[in-house]
T-cell receptor
Framework: GQNIDQPTEMTATEGAIVQINCTYQTSGFNGLFWYQQHAGEAPTFLSY??LDGLEEKGRFSSFLSRSKGYSYLLLKELQMKDSASYLCAVEGNYQLIWGAGTKLIIKP | DGGITQSPKYLFRKEGQNVTLSCEQN?????MYWYRQDPGQGLRLIYY???????QKGDIAEGYSVSREKKESFPLTVTSAQKNPTAFYLC???????????????FGNGTRLTVT
């Protein structure tokens, strides 16, 4: 079957760095997305990886290893507004498969 | 500014009633989607539409119906046949069907439906 695993919840301190992992098993792979979703709001697009390696975008970076079926989202210089859920999604054969999301709690 | 509007934000219905959730977009996107979000689960696709007057079932279409009479609008009806309708419903759009890497999904702010 197809499966995406993410930790359910993580806690980090303001100003620190946190890494949110995502492992996947899917039929077909065309890319991996990360979305941010604040409680009760729309998910918003953060990043997209199709090739192995690290993609950096400001305070956020996303890494992909296709051979390992693994990705992570790295958030640096954490701010209170980064408290949200982070959703990992893999595009398989013209289908998006979503992880359950990781709720990130930022403490002062 | 362009975007996707879902209304209402909160909706309450009695069991046995049909209810329609609104989704309107002014992004000029061809493809539109309805997802359901439940605690502890990933987003699940209910229906999607690639073009006006055409739509396809997703993974959990039973108990739901849609229409796509206009490019901008993709309403979702939750029927009394849906066994567990209480959930957070998200509408999304993208430029065109095809590889989503070329067109990330844009989401509305969702409608939280409670059926008692």
């Amino acid at each position: 079957g197809q499966n995406i695993d993410q930790p359910t919840e993580m806690t980090a301190t303001e100003g620190a760095i946190v890494q949110i992992n995502c492992t996947y098993q899917t039929s077909g792979f065309n890319g991996l997305f990360w979305y941010q979703q604040h409680a009760g709001e729309a998910p918003t697009f953060l990043s997209y990886n199709v090739l192995d390696g690290l993609e950096e975008k400001g305070r956020f970076s996303s890494f992909l290893s296709r051979s390992k079926g693994y990705s992570y989202l790295l958030l640096k210089e954490l701010q209170m507004k980064d408290s949200a859920s982070y959703l990992c999604a893999v595009e398989g054969n013209y289908q998006l498969i979503w992880g359950a999301g990781t709720k990130l709690i930022i403490k002062p | 500014d362009g975007g996707i509007t879902q209304s209402p934000k909160y909706l309450f219905r009695k069991e046995g009633q049909n209810v329609t959730l609104s989704c309107e977009q002014n992004l000029n996107h061809d493809a539109m989607y309805w997802y359901r979000q439940d605690p502890g689960q990933g987003l699940r696709l209910i229906y999607y539409s690639q073009i006006v007057n055409d739509f396809q079932k997703g993974d959990i279409a039973e108990g739901y119906s849609v229409s796509r009479e206009k490019k901008e609008s993709f309403p979702l009806t939750v029927t009394s046949a849906q066994k567990n309708p209480t959930a957070f419903y998200l509408c999304a759009s993208s430029i065109a069907e095809g590889l989503l890497r070329d067109s990330p999904l844009h989401f509305g702010n969702g409608t939280r439906l409670t059926v008692t």
